[in-house]
């Protein structure tokens, strides 16, 4: 039976791993949408490929080439706000939601509404408006199915268990690139030392994210959300390796691990293909090779992301668009070496104290516009530290 699909984010790693495994078994897929930003080429190479009824790009002033790399085929081209929007509305029974940042949010809420099975790789949709997105799931009928690895992991040793009985998640993190790094040394990390990750080949943002620890404080964050679990029954622990994705203890005592290699490609495939299993072309592992699995706690100290999340859980409210936009930001800052590696967190901290204390934003209703009010709030705040830093 065939399965039409979209893709929020076509043109980045996820969006790039989800075509490749489309494209091997076409027959089984009809595409309809996918949307990129600025890498027209790649969007309008994927959509011929594919067989996509209409590509869209963000950015506007991008139309006129869109319209003609895609000159002479059946793809129709569209660009902006309104045409993402129109393009997530369209009914299809599996999206993947992988645009990156609160700007994923309105793709994943409209792809919901549209009824379909939405692949969730945006965290940051479950961390700045986690009771939104699941309220709108259950409302429209349809389910969320996590991508990101960790989650992936979690939710495939959930598999036939009954969710009361779980006693504690423990997500792994490689310690991205800065693991086996001196407090010291990382105080002077370059932004082209925070772009290169041991294990995982990956887009540059979420990349300076995983040597940070700020793309682990946000999957605790959704991990909250998804499992409707406690925060103080999600654990982190730095697992080198990156071969254990998660483990998920029960009262009984036991556990379950979720092993594989470091490739998304398992976790796409197995969202695009649930609740089935398929041949995925990824590296099966040798454990006897392998030989030994390193595990061992985070030091706060390297990663304070990871405390400022547990300080967000807490606060709860739009505590976590508060926590995403300035995040966000502070990165954007980094990116342009505006700001020191260590400063992302301390900006961040900061925001989160000067908002705190207009309590009633915080705590305002989880909707939308409040979410994306809240986003705006925490990247102006963000932005009067960031110039105070560099006007010192």
Same mark, same amino acid.
């Given at each position: 039976?065939?399965?039409?699909?979209?893709?929020?984010?076509?043109?980045?790693?996820?969006?790039?791993?989800?075509?490749?495994?489309?494209?091997?078994?076409?027959?089984?897929?009809?595409?309809?949408?996918?949307?990129?930003?600025?890498?027209?080429?790649?969007?309008?190479?994927?959509?011929?490929?594919?067989?996509?009824?209409?590509?869209?790009?963000?950015?506007?002033?991008?139309?006129?080439?869109?319209?003609?790399?895609?000159?002479?085929?059946?793809?129709?081209?569209?660009?902006?706000?309104?045409?993402?929007?129109?393009?997530?509305?369209?009914?299809?029974?599996?999206?993947?939601?992988?645009?990156?940042?609160?700007?994923?949010?309105?793709?994943?809420?409209?792809?919901?509404?549209?009824?379909?099975?939405?692949?969730?790789?945006?965290?940051?949709?479950?961390?700045?408006?986690?009771?939104?997105?699941?309220?709108?799931?259950?409302?429209?009928?349809?389910?969320?199915?996590?991508?990101?690895?960790?989650?992936?992991?979690?939710?495939?040793?959930?598999?036939?268990?009954?969710?009361?009985?779980?006693?504690?998640?423990?997500?792994?993190?490689?310690?991205?690139?800065?693991?086996?790094?001196?407090?010291?040394?990382?105080?002077?990390?370059?932004?082209?030392?925070?772009?290169?990750?041991?294990?995982?080949?990956?887009?540059?943002?979420?990349?300076?994210?995983?040597?940070?620890?700020?793309?682990?404080?946000?999957?605790?964050?959704?991990?909250?959300?998804?499992?409707?679990?406690?925060?103080?029954?999600?654990?982190?622990?730095?697992?080198?390796?990156?071969?254990?994705?998660?483990?998920?203890?029960?009262?009984?005592?036991?556990?379950?691990?979720?092993?594989?290699?470091?490739?998304?490609?398992?976790?796409?495939?197995?969202?695009?293909?649930?609740?089935?299993?398929?041949?995925?072309?990824?590296?099966?592992?040798?454990?006897?090779?392998?030989?030994?699995?390193?595990?061992?706690?985070?030091?706060?100290?390297?990663?304070?992301?990871?405390?400022?999340?547990?300080?967000? +859980? *807490?606060?709860?409210?739009?505590?976590?668009? &508060?926590?995403?936009?300035? =995040?966000?930001?502070? $990165? #954007? /800052?980094? %990116?342009?070496?505006?700001?020191?590696?260590?400063? +992302? *967190?301390?900006?961040?901290?900061?925001?989160? &104290?000067?908002?705190?204390? =207009?309590?009633?934003? $915080? #705590? /305002?209703? %989880?909707?939308?516009?409040?979410?994306?009010?809240?986003?705006?709030?925490?990247?102006?705040?963000?932005?009067?530290?960031?110039?105070?830093?560099?006007?010192?």
């Amino acid at each position: 039976m065939t399965r039409s699909v979209s893709i929020f984010g076509a043109t980045g790693s996820i969006g790039q791993n989800t075509i490749d495994l489309i494209s091997r078994d076409l027959n089984s897929y009809q595409v309809v949408a996918l949307t990129g930003a600025s890498n027209i080429k790649q969007l309008a190479t994927d959509a011929i490929r594919v067989g996509a009824e209409i590509a869209v790009t963000a950015n506007e002033n991008r139309l006129v080439d869109l319209k003609a790399a895609l000159n002479g085929t059946s793809v129709i081209a569209a660009a902006g706000a309104t045409a993402l929007e129109e393009a997530a509305s369209r009914p299809v029974d599996w999206a993947m939601s992988a645009i990156v940042g609160v700007a994923g949010l309105q793709s994943s809420l409209k792809a919901l509404e549209s009824g379909a099975l939405l692949a969730l790789a945006n965290k940051e949709s479950l961390v700045c408006a986690g009771e939104l997105v699941l309220k709108t799931a259950k409302k429209y009928d349809t389910r969320l199915l996590p991508v990101d690895s960790e989650h992936s992991a979690i939710f495939q040793c959930l598999s036939g268990e009954d969710h009361s009985t779980i006693e504690r998640i423990i997500i792994t993190a490689s310690g991205g690139a800065f693991r086996d790094w001196s407090l010291e040394a990382i105080k002077t990390a370059t932004l082209k030392q925070a772009s290169t990750h041991p294990n995982w080949n990956m887009g540059q943002r979420i990349t300076i994210d995983s040597a940070s620890m700020f793309n682990k404080a946000l999957e605790v964050i959704e991990a909250k959300e998804y499992f409707s679990v406690s925060s103080h029954d999600i654990e982190t622990l730095i697992h080198p390796e990156s071969i254990v994705h998660a483990f998920v203890g029960f009262l009984d005592g036991g556990f379950l691990a979720h092993v594989g290699p470091p490739d998304m490609r398992h976790a796409i495939g197995y969202a695009l293909n649930w609740p089935k299993r398929k041949n995925i072309p990824i590296e099966r592992l040798d454990l006897a090779k392998i030989s030994q699995l390193n595990f061992f706690e985070p030091d706060l100290n390297r990663y304070p992301a990871l405390r400022l999340a547990y300080d967000v +859980m *807490a606060r709860g409210g739009l505590a976590g668009a &508060i926590f995403n936009g300035a =995040k966000e930001c502070a $990165l #954007d /800052a980094f %990116i342009a070496e505006q700001i020191g590696f260590l400063d +992302m *967190a301390e900006v961040v901290e900061e925001v989160l &104290i000067r908002c705190d204390s =207009k309590q009633d934003i $915080l #705590d /305002a209703e %989880i909707s939308f516009e409040n979410v994306m009010q809240a986003d705006q709030l925490a990247r102006c705040r963000a932005d009067e530290i960031i110039q105070e830093r560099i006007r010192k």
